[in-house]
Nanobody
């Protein structure tokens, strides 16, 4: 059974940092894309950052220069280093993984930035 387990969310003051982790298990073969999405209260889920197995990354304009996505392909794990956090970064952050055969969402982890 495919599972994504996220960790690292929490409460932080504006200007602070957090690091999210997402470990995938039960997946056979290569995970072509691992991504982070977020959903703020009352808003649609949006892509924050994504990383392919070949190392190509993509970021939302709102987080460029502040967030960094990275992957450990051997561990099927993706990370999101979030620096210079702002109140508007407050949301539930979801991990997403896609292979040729399956795609899976994590359960989400809350990030709250106090101003």
């Amino acid at each position: 059974q495919v599972q994504l387990v996220e960790s690292g969310g929490g409460l932080v003051q504006a200007g602070g940092s957090l690091r999210l982790s997402c470990a995938a298990s039960g997946i056979s073969g290569s995970i072509s894309v691992m991504s982070w999405y977020r959903q703020a209260q009352g808003k649609q889920r949006e892509l924050v950052a994504s990383a392919t197995s070949g190392g190509i990354t993509n970021y939302a304009d709102s987080v460029k220069g502040r967030f960094t996505i990275s992957r450990d392909n051997a561990k099927n794990t993706v990370y999101l280093q979030m620096n210079s956090l702002k109140a508007e970064d407050t949301a539930v952050y979801y991990c997403y993984a896609r292979t040729v055969l399956v795609s899976k969402w994590g359960q989400g982890t809350q990030v709250t930035v106090s101003s």
